[in-house]
C-alpha cells in the first residue's frame, strides 16, 4: 500500500526547499525597494511553517517506493504552484487566485502561458520570480525524467537507463541525489553561459538572467510585453535559438559531452532527428515567409527559425506575430507543439524519441502484413527496443491525443472558437506557452473563464509529468491496497 | 512472388461486370429518353472490349494468394473509378475529367463528395449511375470487409472471423463466394425494404431508389441540391435515420438476426456502444441546437439525431446546415468523422470496434505501470483480444493519424484554409462526403485546385480500403520476389 508517511515527508522537504527560493525574489524585491517585498516574506513564512510542521511531524519514516514516486511527484507541483502564487495575489499585482495560480502552474511546468496583459507593469520582485519558477520547474523535470520516471516506467528515458549518469539503482534516494548533482551542475553552467552571452549582447544583468532562466527551462515568460521581439537584436535573437536547442537536447548528452565525449551529438539518434526536423521545419516556413511577406532573405530566416526552435523546443518566445504568416506555416509550427523537445531535455510535447519509434512501428506492421511470420522488433541504432516500451508509448500517444480532443471539447465548450481552443489546448499539454486565434503570441491567457484556467492548468501538470504520473492517480487500482 | 496472370484476370472479370453494370443505367436514360445514353453505350463497349481482352488472354491461371489480394482490391476500385467516370465526360455532364473521375472515385468509395454545383441539371441516366456506384461501391465493402480483409490480416473484422457465414476458409474463391451470396441477400432485401418504405413516404421510385442506393452505401448522393432536406418531411427523415444505423451496423449482425438470433445485435458489444454513442452524441449536439436556435424541441431533435447519424455512419445526407451550429456541436460531429461505422458495415472512418479495442488498451497500460509483472490482455466481452491485433489495430491508428495530418498540410499548401483543410480530409479519409468550411454541407468540392482533387480522391481511397489494403503497395518489401 502507499506510504504516506514518507509521501508527506519528502512534500514537506519540498516545501522547505520553497520557502528558501522564496527569499531570493525577496531580495531581489529589497535591491530594487518594490512593492512586492512584503507578499515574499508572508508566503516564505507560510511555507516555511507548512513544511516545517509537515517535516517534523513525519520524521524517521521509511525509504518511498516506486508507487509513492506517482504522488510525490504530482503533488509536489501542485504544491508549488499552490503556494508559489501567493506572492502575487498577496502584493495585490494579480487579484484573482486563479489567475496567480494558472501563472505560476504555468512557470512551474515551463509552459510560459500567461495571464498578464501589462507584463512590464510588474514590480522586479515579482518578474524574477515569475522566470525562477520557470528555472526551478526545468530543474526538477531534467531529473524526473532522467533518473525518476525510468524507475517508474514511465517516459521516452526509459530506453536509456544505462546511459544516465550516477550509481545504478539499488536505493532510489542515493541514486537520485547523485544525479541531481551531476545534472544540475550541467544546468547551472550551461545557465551562466547563456546569462554573460545575453549581457554582452545588450541586455541589463535582470533581464539577461531571467530570459536564461525561460531559455533553458524551454518556459518563455519574457519581462517585456512583445517578449524577445522587443530587442529587435540579430545577437540575441541568435543566442536565444542556441541555447533553446540547448535546452531541448538530453542533458545526459551535454554532461557526456562536457565529459569530454565531443561526439556525444553526433552519435545520438534523436538528438539528429530532432535537429533535422528544426531544419526542415525551418526551410518550409522560410520559403512560406519570404514568398508571403516583403522581409529580406537574412530576416525571413532569422524569424523563420526562431520561431520554428521556439515552438519544437516548447519554449514559446517570439520575435513576429506568426499568426500573419500563411496557413500553411501556422499549421507546420501547430504540428510542432505536438513533437516537442528530446527526452531527457527540459521541452515537453510528445518528444523526439517517441515519434521515431511511432513512425518505426508503423512501417513494422506494414511489413508484418507481408510476412506474417516474421518478428520484427523496433531497432533504434543497434538496439532492438522492448515491446512493452512500445506498447508503453503507443498507449502514450493514444492518450495525448485522448487528452487532446477531450481539451478541445471543453475549451470549446466553454466559448472559444474552434482555433482557439486547439491553440490552447496544445499550447499547454505541450507546455509551450502561446498558442493560436485568441491565444496567439499576441495575446494572451487574461479572457480564458476561470474553469477554463483551472482546466488548462491540468493540461499543462499532465503534459510537463508525461501524463501517465499523473492520470495514473485517476485509476482506481492504484488506490487499492 | 506476386501472380500477375492470376491479378489481371480477376480484375478482368470485374470489368465485365462493370460492363454490365452500366447497361442499367443506360435503360434508366432510355426509359427517361435523356441525353445520356449514348456515353453510357460507348463506355460499356470500352469496358466489355478491355476486360474481355483481358479475361481471354488470361484464361487457365491459377489460384491467386493472400498478397495478390491487396493488388486486386487496390486496382479493382482504381478501375472502376477510371471507367465509371466515362459516361460524365463523354455525356458533357462533367467536362473535367478529374471531376468526373472525383466524383466518381466518391461513389465507388461510398464517400458522397461531390463536385457538382447544381446536381439537378443532371439527366436521369447520370443521376442513377451516381446513386449506383454508391450501391456497388457498397457491395464491395461489405464483401471485402467480412470476406477478403480478415483473410489478408486487415481490418476490424480480422477479430470475428469465426462469425463470418460461409464455409470455412480452405481455400480463396469458394468461400468468398458463399459470403457474396448470403451477405448480398441480406444487402438487397434491406434495400427492396428501405426503398418501398421512402416510397410510401412520397418520394417517387426513382428518388426513393437513388436514395435507397445512397444510404444503404452510406454513401450520400442525393437526387436533389439540398440533400434530403428537400423533402422537409418527418418520416422521411426517420426512415433514412433508421437505414443509415443499419447500413452502419455489422451486417453478419443483419445476417445472424435474419436467421431468427434476433437477440444479435444486443449481444454485439460494438452494436451496442455504436448505439450508446450515437445516443450520446445526439443529446449533446440536441441541447446544443434547441438553446441556440428557436426552433421547436422536436425538430431540434430531428435535425440533430440526423446529423449525427449521418456523419457517426460516414453516410453525408443533409437536413440542416450545421455550420450554423455552435462550435461544440460542430465539433463534436468532426470527431464523429473519425470514429464511423461499425466493422463489417459499409460505413467507414476508424470503426467503433477499433475505437473499443485503442481506449481498453490505453487502460491496460495504465494498470501496467501499477503491476509491472501482469499479464493484461484485452477484452471484448468474454474474448481476450490476440496482441498482434492490438498491435495491428494501434498501428491503423497512427496510419490514420499520419495520413490525417498529411493531408491537411497539404491541402493547407493548395491554399486551403485551416478549417476548410482539416474537413476535407476528415470528409475524405473517412468517406463521408461534406466537411467543414469550404467544402461544408451547403458547399461542393467543386472549387478544389485539380491537385487537391486527385489527393482526396487517394484519401478515399486509401480510407474505404482500411489504410493497410493500399499503403503496403509504396512499401518496396511487397513488391520483393
Known sequence: ????????????????????????????????????????????????????????????????????????????????????????????????????FFETMSGFTTTGASILTNIEGLPHGLLFWRSLTHWLGGMGIIL????????????????????????????????IKHTAELLWGVYVLISVVEAVLLRLAGMNWFDAICHTFGTMATGGFSTKNTSIGHYNSAPIDII?????????????????????????????????????IIAFASLLVGVEVYRHSNLGIGRAVRDSVFQVVSIITTTGYGTADYEKWSTFSQLVLFLLMFVGGSAGSTGGGIKVIRIIILIKFGFNELKRLIHPQAVLPVRIGNM????????????????????????????????LDLISAAGSVAATISNIGPGLGAVGPTDNYALIPDAGKWFLSFLMLAGRLELYTVLILFSPAFWKK
Open 384 to 415: 532492438a527496443v522492448p515491446r512493452e516500451i512500445v506498447t508503453n508509448i503507443s498507449g502514450f500517444f493514444l492518450f495525448y491525443m485522448a487528452l487532446t480532443v477531450l481539451g478541445v471539447l471543453v475549451m470549446s465548450a466553454l466559448g
Open 144 to 175: 524526473l525524467s532522467l533518473a525518476i520516471l525510468p524507475l517508474l516506467g514511465v517516459g521516452g528515458m526509459q530506453l536509456f537507463k544505462a546511459e544516465v549518469p550516477g550509481p545504478t539503482p539499488d536505493k532510489l534516494t542515493p541514486r
Open 1 to 100: 500500500m502507499l506510504n504516506y508517511r514518507a509521501i508527506v515527508n519528502i512534500l514537506s522537504a519540498l516545501l522547505l526547499f520553497l520557502a528558501g527560493a522564496l527569499l531570493i525574489p525577496a531580495a531581489v524585491a529589497y535591491i530594487y525597494a518594490d512593492a512586492s517585498l512584503d507578499a515574499f516574506l508572508y508566503t516564505a513564512g507560510i511555507t516555511l511553517l507548512v513544511g516545517g510542521v509537515g517535516f517534523l511531524i513525519t520524521r524517521k519514516s521509511q525509504e518511498i517506493r516506486a508507487r509513492d514516486g506517482f504522488l510525490v511527484v504530482t503533488f509536489g507541483w501542485i504544491l508549488f504552484a499552490l503556494l508559489g502564487a501567493l506572492p502575487f495575489t498577496i502584493s495585490g499585482f494579480i487579484p484573482s487566485y486563479t489567475d496567480a
Open 240 to 276: 536565444i535559438i542556441v541555447f533553446m536547442i540547448i535546452a531541448g537536447t538530453n542533458f545526459a548528452l551535454h554532461y557526456r559531452v562536457l565529459r569530454g565525449k565531443l561526439f556525444s551529438y553526433w552519435h545520438d539518434r534523436e538528438a539528429l532527428v530532432f535537429i533535422g
